[in-house]
């Protein structure tokens, strides 16, 4: 079975979790719209790295969920990226290097974030719908959010999209941020 990033629930609401997410390294491209082949070339990108596509021709295991990031800003969309969550306890110093440059890697500190849980094709229409639900759940639970807002994809395209698990994920906004 493919490896999960690692998380804990906090506490289970009605329609969501609020989860701590264990430290992770990622590996991400940036692209300038999520919905575009830029975001299919992407993931063959990320795919090519953890199939020995780095500087130590090294294959790295996949893991799930592949991410799907968007941070907006006050008046429209500032940056998206597509991520590979690297295998549990990978540290940036023992990772290969990517061969093409667009691909970084990125340590992510333990972070608290809400999650709600959907089952079909992650489209942007659905995926927009669930984002807008958890944001109102979480704000009726007073848990203020960042405006990252993550589609996290658990399975392959070629499943029937009737059996395909996806998530939205947000982080919390701790005091400061």
Avoid at 50 to 72: E, F, H, R
Avoid at 139 to 148: F, H, K, N, S, V
Wanted: contains cysteine; hydrophobic residues 35%; proline residues 6%.
């Amino acid at each position: 079975m493919t490896e999960r990033q690692k998380y804990k629930v906090i506490q289970c609401y009605e329609d969501f979790e609020l989860r701590e997410y264990e430290p992770c390294v990622i590996a991400e491209i940036k692209v300038s719209n999520l919905g575009s082949s830029e975001s299919s070339g992407a993931f063959s990108v990320l795919f090519n790295y953890i199939s020995k596509g780095n500087d130590k021709s090294q294959k790295i295991a996949m893991t799930s969920p592949v991410i799907n990031s968007q941070q907006k800003g006050k008046s429209a969309l500032q940056a998206s990226h597509i991520s590979f969550v690297m295998p549990a306890r990978s540290a940036i110093e023992n990772l290969p290097s990517p061969m093409d440059s667009r691909v970084t890697l990125r340590e992510i500190q333990s972070e608290i974030c809400v999650a709600k849980s959907f089952r079909g094709r992650a489209t942007k229409n659905l995926s927009q719908k669930i984002e807008g639900v958890l944001r109102t759940s979480a704000g009726r639970a007073d848990i203020p959010l960042t405006a990252e807002t993550r589609i996290c994809r658990f399975d392959p395209p070629y499943k029937p999209s009737i059996f395909q698990y996806n998530e939205i994920v947000i982080p919390v906004l701790l005091g400061g941020q």
